[in-house]
Protein backbone atom coordinates (compact mmCIF):
# COMPACT_ATOMS: atom_id res chain seq x y z
CA UNK A 1 0.00 0.00 0.00
CA UNK A 2 1.22 3.41 -0.97
CA UNK A 3 1.68 6.37 1.10
CA UNK A 4 0.53 9.67 0.33
CA UNK A 5 1.76 11.35 3.43
CA UNK A 6 4.10 13.61 1.57
CA UNK A 7 1.17 14.53 -1.31
CA UNK A 8 -1.01 17.25 -1.72
CA UNK A 9 -3.71 17.33 -4.27
CA UNK A 10 -4.40 20.65 -5.76
CA UNK A 11 -7.74 21.24 -6.80
CA UNK A 12 -8.96 24.25 -8.38
CA UNK A 13 -12.46 25.37 -8.04
CA UNK A 14 -14.35 28.02 -9.71
CA UNK A 15 -18.00 27.60 -9.02
CA UNK A 16 -17.88 23.77 -8.62
CA UNK A 17 -20.32 23.71 -5.24
CA UNK A 18 -22.21 20.46 -7.75
CA UNK A 19 -19.61 18.92 -8.10
CA UNK A 20 -16.70 19.43 -5.79
CA UNK A 21 -17.74 17.19 -2.48
CA UNK A 22 -18.43 13.93 -4.96
CA UNK A 23 -14.61 14.77 -6.60
CA UNK A 24 -13.30 14.50 -3.09
CA UNK A 25 -14.92 11.78 -2.20
CA UNK A 26 -13.82 9.96 -5.39
CA UNK A 27 -9.86 11.27 -4.92
CA UNK A 28 -10.22 9.53 -1.53
CA UNK A 29 -11.27 6.50 -2.47
CA UNK A 30 -8.14 6.12 -4.98
CA UNK A 31 -5.89 7.59 -2.44
CA UNK A 32 -6.85 7.03 1.03
CA UNK A 33 -5.65 9.62 3.33
CA UNK A 34 -4.30 11.94 0.85
CA UNK A 35 -4.09 15.20 2.10
CA UNK A 36 -6.33 17.75 -0.34
CA UNK A 37 -6.43 21.48 -0.50
CA UNK A 38 -9.41 22.81 -2.79
CA UNK A 39 -8.60 26.60 -3.96
CA UNK A 40 -11.67 28.17 -3.83
CA UNK A 41 -11.22 31.21 -6.74
CA UNK A 42 -13.59 33.65 -5.63
CA UNK A 43 -16.45 31.15 -6.19
CA UNK A 44 -20.02 33.30 -6.42
CA UNK A 45 -21.92 29.81 -5.46
CA UNK A 46 -21.17 27.44 -2.13
CA UNK A 47 -18.12 25.82 -2.99
CA UNK A 48 -15.65 26.91 -0.21
CA UNK A 49 -18.92 25.33 2.07
CA UNK A 50 -19.19 21.98 0.48
CA UNK A 51 -15.49 21.58 -0.26
CA UNK A 52 -14.79 22.36 3.87
CA UNK A 53 -17.68 19.93 5.04
CA UNK A 54 -15.39 17.09 3.66
CA UNK A 55 -12.60 17.94 5.81
CA UNK A 56 -10.08 19.26 3.33
CA UNK A 57 -8.00 22.29 3.43
CA UNK A 58 -10.12 25.27 1.62
CA UNK A 59 -7.88 28.14 -0.07
CA UNK A 60 -9.98 31.10 0.28
CA UNK A 61 -8.90 33.36 -2.28
CA UNK A 62 -10.77 36.43 -2.02
CA UNK A 63 -11.58 37.17 -6.42
CA UNK A 64 -11.29 35.22 -9.22
CA UNK A 65 -7.68 34.69 -9.78
CA UNK A 66 -8.05 32.31 -12.84
CA UNK A 67 -6.96 28.49 -13.11
CA UNK A 68 -3.10 29.70 -13.09
CA UNK A 69 -3.12 31.75 -9.70
CA UNK A 70 -5.83 29.30 -8.04
CA UNK A 71 -3.31 26.09 -9.32
CA UNK A 72 -0.42 28.30 -7.99
CA UNK A 73 -2.05 28.93 -4.81
CA UNK A 74 -1.76 25.12 -3.58
CA UNK A 75 1.34 24.88 -5.34
CA UNK A 76 2.63 27.92 -2.93
CA UNK A 77 0.38 25.97 0.28
CA UNK A 78 2.56 22.84 -1.21
CA UNK A 79 5.92 24.22 -0.88
CA UNK A 80 4.82 26.15 2.85
CA UNK A 81 4.26 22.92 4.16
CA UNK A 82 6.77 20.95 2.59
CA UNK A 83 4.91 18.53 0.16
CA UNK A 84 7.29 16.61 -1.99
CA UNK A 85 4.33 15.84 -4.50
CA UNK A 86 1.36 17.74 -5.68
CA UNK A 87 -1.38 16.07 -7.64
CA UNK A 88 -3.18 18.47 -9.62
CA UNK A 89 -6.81 17.47 -9.96
CA UNK A 90 -10.06 19.45 -11.52
CA UNK A 91 -12.83 19.99 -8.82
CA UNK A 92 -15.20 19.82 -12.25
CA UNK A 93 -15.03 15.95 -12.28
CA UNK A 94 -12.98 15.53 -15.68
CA UNK A 95 -10.06 13.91 -14.07
CA UNK A 96 -10.40 10.31 -13.00
CA UNK A 97 -8.68 10.46 -9.42
CA UNK A 98 -8.16 6.51 -10.45
CA UNK A 99 -5.33 7.59 -12.68
CA UNK A 100 -3.63 9.36 -10.35
CA UNK A 101 -1.26 6.54 -8.99
CA UNK A 102 -0.49 5.73 -12.55
CA UNK A 103 0.93 9.54 -12.36
CA UNK A 104 2.93 8.67 -9.75
CA UNK A 105 4.06 5.26 -10.47
CA UNK A 106 5.89 7.41 -13.64
CA UNK A 107 6.98 10.25 -11.61
CA UNK A 108 8.45 7.22 -9.38
CA UNK A 109 10.08 4.98 -12.16
CA UNK A 110 11.51 8.30 -14.24
CA UNK A 111 13.89 11.24 -13.46
CA UNK A 112 10.44 13.40 -14.13
CA UNK A 113 9.98 16.55 -12.64
CA UNK A 114 6.51 16.91 -13.71
CA UNK A 115 3.91 14.03 -15.35
CA UNK A 116 1.22 14.83 -17.59
CA UNK A 117 -2.03 12.84 -17.76
CA UNK A 118 -2.48 13.11 -21.68
CA UNK A 119 -5.66 12.05 -23.31
CA UNK A 120 -3.69 11.39 -26.72
CA UNK A 121 -0.88 9.33 -26.49
CA UNK A 122 -3.11 6.45 -26.54
CA UNK A 123 -6.13 5.97 -28.32
CA UNK A 124 -9.11 6.51 -25.42
CA UNK A 125 -12.38 6.85 -25.24
CA UNK A 126 -11.99 10.91 -25.23
CA UNK A 127 -13.58 12.87 -27.95
CA UNK A 128 -12.84 16.47 -28.96
CA UNK A 129 -14.67 18.64 -31.00
CA UNK A 130 -12.59 19.76 -34.39
CA UNK A 131 -11.63 23.05 -32.69
CA UNK A 132 -10.07 21.50 -30.21
CA UNK A 133 -8.38 18.56 -32.28
CA UNK A 134 -6.67 21.22 -34.42
CA UNK A 135 -5.66 23.65 -31.56
CA UNK A 136 -4.42 20.79 -29.26
CA UNK A 137 -2.47 19.46 -32.63
CA UNK A 138 -1.38 23.48 -33.25
CA UNK A 139 0.27 23.79 -29.70
CA UNK A 140 1.81 20.27 -29.59
CA UNK A 141 3.92 21.36 -32.39
CA UNK A 142 4.70 24.84 -31.69
CA UNK A 143 5.95 23.53 -28.45
CA UNK A 144 8.38 20.97 -30.17
CA UNK A 145 9.29 23.80 -32.08
CA UNK A 146 10.06 26.45 -29.28
CA UNK A 147 11.47 23.52 -26.88
CA UNK A 148 12.78 20.46 -29.10
CA UNK A 149 10.59 17.87 -27.42
CA UNK A 150 7.36 16.32 -28.21
CA UNK A 151 4.26 16.94 -25.70
CA UNK A 152 1.07 15.83 -26.66
CA UNK A 153 -1.34 17.03 -24.72
CA UNK A 154 -0.40 20.83 -23.68
CA UNK A 155 -3.83 21.88 -22.18
CA UNK A 156 -4.46 18.93 -19.46
CA UNK A 157 -4.38 19.97 -16.03
CA UNK A 158 -4.10 16.33 -14.70
CA UNK A 159 -0.72 16.67 -13.12
CA UNK A 160 1.89 14.79 -10.73
CA UNK A 161 4.65 17.72 -9.66
CA UNK A 162 7.77 16.95 -7.73
CA UNK A 163 9.56 19.18 -4.86
CA UNK A 164 11.37 20.62 -7.25
CA UNK A 165 8.57 21.49 -10.17
CA UNK A 166 6.88 22.89 -6.61
CA UNK A 167 9.05 25.14 -5.46
CA UNK A 168 9.98 26.55 -8.70
CA UNK A 169 6.01 27.12 -9.93
CA UNK A 170 5.43 28.51 -6.44
CA UNK A 171 7.22 31.59 -7.41
CA UNK A 172 6.62 31.50 -11.19
CA UNK A 173 3.60 30.16 -12.28
CA UNK A 174 1.80 31.81 -15.55
CA UNK A 175 -1.64 32.92 -15.34
CA UNK A 176 -2.73 33.26 -18.57
CA UNK A 177 -2.76 30.24 -20.43
CA UNK A 178 -0.89 28.24 -17.77
CA UNK A 179 -1.35 24.69 -18.67
CA UNK A 180 1.12 25.11 -22.19
CA UNK A 181 3.13 27.97 -20.85
CA UNK A 182 4.17 26.33 -17.70
CA UNK A 183 5.00 23.25 -19.95
CA UNK A 184 7.36 26.07 -22.05
CA UNK A 185 8.41 26.80 -18.70
CA UNK A 186 9.72 24.29 -17.13
CA UNK A 187 11.63 22.77 -20.27
CA UNK A 188 13.07 25.90 -20.67
CA UNK A 189 14.87 25.73 -17.45
CA UNK A 190 15.69 22.25 -17.26
CA UNK A 191 12.87 20.36 -16.09
CA UNK A 192 11.88 16.73 -17.20
CA UNK A 193 8.13 16.32 -18.51
CA UNK A 194 6.79 13.08 -18.83
CA UNK A 195 3.67 11.91 -20.03
CA UNK A 196 0.84 9.47 -19.05
CA UNK A 197 -2.20 8.17 -21.20
CA UNK A 198 -5.21 8.69 -19.02
CA UNK A 199 -8.95 8.26 -19.53
CA UNK A 200 -10.79 12.04 -19.01
CA UNK A 201 -14.35 11.84 -18.53
CA UNK A 202 -16.83 15.07 -19.49
CA UNK A 203 -17.22 17.45 -17.00
CA UNK A 204 -19.93 16.96 -14.40
CA UNK A 205 -20.92 20.24 -14.13
CA UNK A 206 -19.87 23.48 -14.52
CA UNK A 207 -18.72 25.22 -17.88
CA UNK A 208 -15.79 24.98 -19.94
CA UNK A 209 -13.31 27.74 -19.43
CA UNK A 210 -12.87 27.62 -23.45
CA UNK A 211 -16.57 28.46 -25.14
CA UNK A 212 -16.81 27.64 -29.06
CA UNK A 213 -17.00 30.66 -30.46
CA UNK A 214 -14.29 31.91 -28.47
CA UNK A 215 -12.08 28.78 -29.54
CA UNK A 216 -10.47 30.60 -32.55
CA UNK A 217 -9.17 33.53 -30.44
CA UNK A 218 -8.11 31.12 -27.70
CA UNK A 219 -5.84 29.13 -30.44
CA UNK A 220 -4.08 32.15 -31.63
CA UNK A 221 -3.59 33.72 -28.48
CA UNK A 222 -2.18 30.56 -26.67
CA UNK A 223 0.45 30.21 -29.73
CA UNK A 224 1.41 33.80 -29.24
CA UNK A 225 1.63 32.75 -26.04
CA UNK A 226 3.50 29.78 -26.16
CA UNK A 227 6.42 31.64 -28.47
CA UNK A 228 6.39 34.67 -26.65
CA UNK A 229 6.65 32.71 -23.00
CA UNK A 230 9.72 31.00 -24.85
CA UNK A 231 11.52 33.91 -25.58
CA UNK A 232 11.55 34.75 -21.48
CA UNK A 233 14.44 34.95 -20.12
CA UNK A 234 15.53 32.08 -17.49
CA UNK A 235 14.70 32.14 -14.67
CA UNK A 236 17.63 31.76 -11.68
CA UNK B 1 1.93 79.94 -49.15
CA UNK B 2 3.28 80.37 -46.29
CA UNK B 3 2.15 76.87 -44.50
CA UNK B 4 5.24 74.79 -46.23
CA UNK B 5 8.50 77.51 -45.60
CA UNK B 6 9.34 75.19 -42.38
CA UNK B 7 8.43 77.37 -40.09
CA UNK B 8 5.25 76.93 -37.58
CA UNK B 9 2.29 79.14 -38.28
CA UNK B 10 1.76 81.40 -34.96
CA UNK B 11 -1.82 80.46 -34.42
CA UNK B 12 -0.91 76.83 -34.35
CA UNK B 13 2.05 78.01 -31.75
CA UNK B 14 -0.46 79.89 -30.01
CA UNK B 15 -2.17 76.89 -29.25
CA UNK B 16 0.40 74.69 -28.82
CA UNK B 17 1.39 77.07 -26.01
CA UNK B 18 -1.21 77.27 -24.20
CA UNK B 19 -2.09 73.50 -24.43
CA UNK B 20 1.35 72.56 -22.83
CA UNK B 21 0.83 75.01 -20.09
CA UNK B 22 -2.71 74.14 -19.13
CA UNK B 23 -1.64 70.30 -19.52
CA UNK B 24 1.32 71.55 -16.68
CA UNK B 25 -1.07 73.27 -14.64
CA UNK B 26 -3.50 70.32 -14.84
CA UNK B 27 -0.82 68.07 -13.49
CA UNK B 28 0.36 70.54 -10.50
CA UNK B 29 -2.86 70.77 -10.02
CA UNK B 30 -3.42 66.95 -9.32
CA UNK B 31 -0.05 66.45 -7.35
CA UNK B 32 -1.26 69.24 -4.58
CA UNK B 33 -4.69 67.37 -4.67
CA UNK B 34 -2.85 64.09 -4.29
CA UNK B 35 -4.30 62.57 -6.73
CA UNK B 36 -1.11 61.55 -8.55
CA UNK B 37 1.80 60.61 -6.73
CA UNK B 38 4.98 62.33 -7.22
CA UNK B 39 6.99 59.81 -8.74
CA UNK B 40 4.85 59.20 -11.33
CA UNK B 41 4.27 63.07 -12.03
CA UNK B 42 7.78 63.05 -12.87
CA UNK B 43 7.41 61.55 -16.58
CA UNK B 44 4.87 64.01 -17.33
CA UNK B 45 6.88 66.68 -16.30
CA UNK B 46 9.11 66.09 -18.62
CA UNK B 47 6.65 65.60 -21.13
CA UNK B 48 5.00 68.84 -20.74
CA UNK B 49 8.08 70.89 -20.08
CA UNK B 50 9.18 69.04 -23.58
CA UNK B 51 6.33 70.39 -25.48
CA UNK B 52 6.44 73.57 -23.94
CA UNK B 53 9.86 74.17 -25.08
CA UNK B 54 9.19 72.89 -28.49
CA UNK B 55 6.14 74.98 -28.53
CA UNK B 56 8.34 78.61 -27.40
CA UNK B 57 11.15 77.93 -29.44
CA UNK B 58 10.06 76.68 -32.79
CA UNK B 59 13.36 76.74 -34.41
CA UNK B 60 14.50 73.85 -32.92
CA UNK B 61 11.37 71.90 -34.19
CA UNK B 62 11.91 73.34 -37.74
CA UNK B 63 15.73 71.70 -36.93
CA UNK B 64 13.90 68.67 -36.14
CA UNK B 65 11.43 68.58 -39.15
CA UNK B 66 14.72 69.32 -41.73
CA UNK B 67 16.34 66.89 -40.66
CA UNK B 68 13.78 64.16 -40.43
CA UNK B 69 12.41 65.45 -44.25
CA UNK B 70 9.19 66.58 -42.71
CA UNK B 71 8.55 69.20 -44.34
CA UNK B 72 5.04 70.73 -42.23
CA UNK B 73 6.73 71.22 -38.86
CA UNK B 74 4.07 70.84 -37.20
CA UNK B 75 3.80 67.41 -38.02
CA UNK B 76 6.94 67.00 -36.64
CA UNK B 77 5.28 68.08 -33.01
CA UNK B 78 2.20 65.18 -33.66
CA UNK B 79 5.61 62.82 -34.35
CA UNK B 80 7.06 63.39 -30.89
CA UNK B 81 3.54 63.87 -29.13
CA UNK B 82 2.60 60.47 -30.45
CA UNK B 83 6.08 58.39 -30.02
CA UNK B 84 5.72 59.96 -26.40
CA UNK B 85 2.43 58.55 -26.10
CA UNK B 86 3.08 54.85 -27.42
CA UNK B 87 6.04 54.78 -24.57
CA UNK B 88 3.72 56.23 -21.85
CA UNK B 89 1.34 53.03 -23.01
CA UNK B 90 3.93 50.98 -22.28
CA UNK B 91 5.11 51.94 -19.42
CA UNK B 92 1.54 51.54 -18.04
CA UNK B 93 1.21 48.29 -19.14
CA UNK B 94 4.49 47.48 -17.65
CA UNK B 95 3.13 48.98 -14.45
CA UNK B 96 -0.26 47.13 -14.63
CA UNK B 97 1.55 43.84 -15.60
CA UNK B 98 3.55 44.62 -11.93
CA UNK B 99 0.48 45.38 -9.92
CA UNK B 100 -1.18 42.69 -11.37
CA UNK B 101 1.60 40.05 -10.24
CA UNK B 102 1.61 41.64 -6.53
CA UNK B 103 -2.01 41.78 -6.13
CA UNK B 104 -2.49 37.98 -7.02
CA UNK B 105 0.75 37.22 -4.77
CA UNK B 106 -1.43 38.75 -2.14
CA UNK B 107 -4.40 37.43 -2.56
CA UNK B 108 -2.64 34.00 -2.61
CA UNK B 109 -0.79 34.80 0.73
CA UNK B 110 -4.15 36.07 2.18
CA UNK B 111 -5.86 32.43 1.07
CA UNK B 112 -3.18 30.36 2.69
CA UNK B 113 -2.70 32.80 5.98
CA UNK B 114 -6.73 32.42 6.17
CA UNK B 115 -6.69 28.76 5.93
CA UNK B 116 -3.66 29.22 8.70
CA UNK B 117 -5.60 31.43 11.29
CA UNK B 118 -9.29 29.09 10.74
CA UNK B 119 -7.10 26.04 11.82
CA UNK B 120 -5.90 27.65 14.76
CA UNK B 121 -8.95 28.63 15.66
CA UNK B 122 -10.39 25.46 15.52
Not at chain 1, 99 to 119: E, H, K, P, Q
Not at chain 1, 163 to 173: G, P, S
Not at chain 1, 214 to 231: E, G, N, V
Not at chain 2, 19 to 39: H, P, T, W
Request: glycine share 6%; proline share 3%.
Amino acid sequence: MRSYANSLVIMPAFNEAKSVAEVIRRVRAACPDIAIAVTNDGSTDDTAAAAKKTGVVVLDVPFNLGIGGAVQTGLKYAAQESYQRAIEVDADGQHNPAFINRLIDAMDATNADMVIGSRFIQKTRYKATFMRTLGIAIFSDLIRLVCGKRIYDTTSGFRVYNTRAIEFLARHYPTDFPEPESIVMLLKNGFVIKEVPVEMEKRQAGVSSVFKWRAAYFMASISIAIIISSLKRRWP
Amino acid sequence: MTIFDGSVPPRIQAIAIFGSIALMVFVIQLIRRGKLKEGYSIIWFVMTSLMIFFSLFTSFLSKAARSLGIAYVPAALFLILIFGIILLCIHFSVLFSHYERRMKELAQEHAILKHKLESQQN
